[in-house]
């Protein structure tokens, strides 16, 4: 997970929300996601390492 350099919130129809502050570890990756104005509903996580994207489909549910 070193070298991620992006992570954000993606679903059909809307605008991605991208993370900010990212911080790739070892183990784990971590960033500041503002979900201000950001619809209800299952949205997937998008990673990339480069121009290598992978989704963890359905993967966070905003409620409210």
């Not at 990756?29 to 949205?43: F, I």
């Amino acid at each position: 997970l070193d070298g991620i350099s992006r992570v954000r919130l993606v679903r059909t129809g809307e605008t991605p929300i991208d993370g900010t502050g990212v911080t790739p570890a070892p183990t784990k990756v971590t960033c500041d996601l503002d979900l201000t104005g950001a619809s209800t509903g299952t949205w997937s996580i998008e990673v990339a390492e480069g121009a290598r994207p992978a989704k963890v489909a359905g993967s966070l549910e905003i409620t409210a």
